[in-house]
């Protein structure tokens, strides 16, 4: 299982609530920019291409104890 940084999960949390990486900025405080590299990571640590994929490896990986 990768290294999720708290970031990240906060991340995916709201990347699951559908907002785009422009309102994930917002929410957080932190420029767009930020948003894109932690998406870029998130993808690269999960080995997930898009955000879909990304949703059903959290689903996955939360039922794992």
Do not use: C
């Not at 998130?42 to 794992?64: E, Y």
């Amino acid at each position: 299982r990768p290294e999720i940084s708290e970031r990240e999960i906060e991340i995916i949390e709201l990347v699951a609530q559908g907002l785009t990486n422009q309102e994930i900025a917002g929410t957080l405080t932190i420029s767009k920019r930020t948003v894109d590299n932690h998406v870029s990571n998130i993808f690269t640590k999960t080995g997930a291409k898009n955000r879909v994929a990304l949703l059903n490896w959290a689903r996955i990986t939360a039922d794992l104890p």
